[in-house]
């Protein structure tokens, strides 16, 4: 979603409220991970004291194998987030977000923002027992009798 920064960037005081959702055409395009539900955006940008913010939040909900088990499950998530939006900046710096021709494309920042949230290991439970090493059981469900045959 692309959002037009001109008005918030001459104004002080003004802000912009954001309610939408990011359907299944442009989920897909984010590689290695698979979304049960669009993502929700909810937010506001604003003009305070001449310094233009963006605080949102993102929930959405993923469909994730255990990577100890492989069990497949469901897992719902929510982030917020917030920046601080500059028309330009002098040097290379990632603290803020750089209104290309005063305008954003929010999707991008939103992407961007969650995947670096999301954890690295996806665990159906936190104490997941994963598979045993020898038979290929699932220790959540049942017990083997693998290791104690070679003591």
Do not use: W
Not at 36 to 61: Q, W
């Amino acid at each position: 979603m692309k959002i037009n920064l001109k008005q918030l960037f001459n104004i002080v005081g003004e802000s912009k409220d954001i309610s939408y959702s990011i359907g299944d055409d442009e989920l897909s395009a984010i590689h290695g991970y698979s979304f049960a539900s669009p993502v929700k955006v909810d937010g506001r940008i604003f003009n305070r004291a001449g310094i233009v913010c963006l605080e949102y939040s993102v929930s959405f909900t993923l469909a994730l194998t255990c990577d100890r088990c492989l069990k497949e499950f469901n897992r719902e998530y929510h982030f917020d987030f917030e920046h601080i939006v500059v028309p330009s900046v002098s040097n290379d710096n990632d603290e803020y977000i750089v209104a290309d021709g005063q305008s954003i494309e929010l999707n991008e920042i939103a992407f961007t923002d969650l995947i670096l949230q999301l954890p690295s290991k996806n665990l159906c439970k936190d104490d997941c027992k994963g598979l045993c090493m020898v038979c290929g059981c699932d220790l959540n469900e049942s017990e083997c009798d693998c290791f104690n045959s070679e003591l």
